[in-house]
């Protein structure tokens, strides 16, 4: 089966097992993507997700059975979707089409639930073309000038290079008779104007403007990585106990700087950022304050840059178990015990590494063997606690702003208490008390793991 005009069609990043779960319309592009698939791969691997979005009536059902009966004449499976989109986007919200798509994709993903599977969309370089043309009109920046992605994740794209006119070719080349959306043929939609009155227009400028802007994607994708590379190193830089070291962000360039402001909200829960969105966090990055932004609540203050979801004013106490202890907001306090030797407390006593280190038998003179008499809790008025070497007690409140901990965490911060009174703090470490020295011969390891803070 030759690909013939599908020549810029290929599979990269598609493992040589697993199911391949094709976006099938019934239309050309996923037509021709399906008839192409089963040359390269074994057919039982493919399975055909048809979408039944209930938009267009009886013309949606018309393609729901052309897509069974293309199936069935060529032996794939295919799963079918009937989903009442106007309904579900109005309950929702949304847009008909941004809902439209999110039920796609979930359903694909459904399908395809496997390490090795893939899901294949039949985008083409006009599809491209016309997104980069979209993002263009709403003032994107070099994200939307990137266009559609060839992979996210388990997607792939191999006809995004391929242009509508070959992929028609192709169809009729090789007698595959196809249905036509004729929502595609209004212009009622913004998309459909670019098709129908831009696009033509640069063809004439450029019979390969298709192509050329592919291309020009492409480039603008290598420049994107680039950037993004530089932003994970300074996330990296930047990176406390708490959040980003502010003045470390403030050093680079705005177009490096934002990335990294970017992708650390969207790591602490933030979702559909806009250009302003991000204009707002750096302000506050520069100035200071705090924002609610989609998903998530960004502040800055003592110099440090955080985001997240404010733990709100809940207590809670569990009791303190050797081995990992889960805790609210999704964070883990592990508490290890080791022999003196293990943890060679003599020789590096008073290395940082080791202010995580207590003495755990002066815990269980106090409280007993884990987990009697021990808790990990969140802060309460009246809380003092003892840092090392300093020969004094203070409230915990002048204990977190010494160590810089951004508000809206301070009441998921969890301590560690033994016969009453706080042991160990983050950040601070172990409280005078209960610190390892020499004497020690076991030692409570305590760390903190994983969560978004």
């Not at 999704?330 to 006593?349: D, F, M, N, W, Y």
Request: charged share 30%; net charge positive; glycine share 12%.
């Amino acid at each position: 089966m030759s690909s013939g005009p599908l020549k810029a069609a290929g599979l990269p990043g598609l493992p040589e097992e697993g199911r391949i779960v094709v976006g099938f319309s019934g239309g050309a592009d996923s037509t021709a993507l399906t008839y192409w698939l089963m040359g390269e791969v074994n057919k039982e691997r493919i399975l055909l997700a048809h979408v039944n979005h209930m938009l267009r009536g009886g013309e949606a059902d018309r393609d729901q059975l052309a897509a069974e009966g293309f199936a069935r004449e060529r032996g794939l499976c295919i799963e079918v979707l009937r989903a009442d989109v106007g309904r579900l986007a109005e309950e929702r919200g949304m847009g008909t089409e941004e809902c439209g798509r999110e039920i796609r994709y979930a359903f694909f993903h459904k399908l395809a639930p496997g390490g090795n599977d893939r899901i294949l969309t039949a985008h083409n370089a006009d599809d491209n073309a016309e997104t980069i043309l979209l993002n263009l009109c709403r003032g994107a920046g070099l994200d939307g000038l990137c266009g559609i992605p060839p992979r996210r994740g388990k997607i792939l794209r191999p006809l995004l290079y391929v242009s509508r006119r070959e992929i028609e070719r192709y169809c009729h080349e090789n007698g595959l008779s196809y249905v036509t959306d004729s929502s595609n043929l209004s212009d009622d939609y913004t998309r459909n104007r670019l098709r129908h009155q831009v696009l033509p227009v640069l063809k004439e400028l450029n019979p390969r403007f298709v192509h050329t802007a592919g291309q020009a994607a492409r480039l603008l994708s290598e420049d994107r990585s680039c950037l993004n590379r530089q932003a994970e190193a300074l996330i990296e830089r930047s990176l406390n106990m708490w959040g980003l070291e502010a003045e470390t962000l403030l050093t680079e360039e705005k177009s490096v700087r934002s990335r990294a402001v970017k992708l650390f909200i969207e790591r602490r829960g933030g979702s559909r950022l806009e250009q302003k969105h991000i204009e707002e966090a750096l302000h506050i990055l520069e100035r200071g304050g705090g924002a609610d932004l989609p998903g998530v609540r960004v502040s800055c203050a003592q110099g440090v840059f955080w985001a997240g979801r404010p733990t709100g004013n809940i207590p809670f106490e569990i009791p303190a178990k050797l081995g990992k202890n889960p805790l609210p907001g999704g964070k883990s306090v592990v508490l290890r015990e080791k022999t003196c030797l293990e943890a060679e407390i003599p020789e590096k006593i008073q290395n940082l590494l080791f202010k995580n280190a207590l003495d755990y038998d002066i815990m269980t003179r106090l409280a007993g063997e884990l987990p009697e008499g021990a808790a990990l809790r969140s802060r309460r008025p009246g809380d003092r606690f003892s840092p090392i070497g300093r020969g004094v007690s203070k409230p915990i409140k002048q204990i977190f702003q010494e160590l810089r901990v951004p508000g809206p965490m301070r009441d998921g911060v969890p301590l560690l208490v033994c016969g009453g009174e706080i042991a160990w703090c983050p950040g601070a470490g172990a409280a005078e008390r209960f610190r390892a020295t020499e004497r020690t011969k076991r030692v409570l390891i305590v760390e903190i793991e994983d969560g978004k803070g």
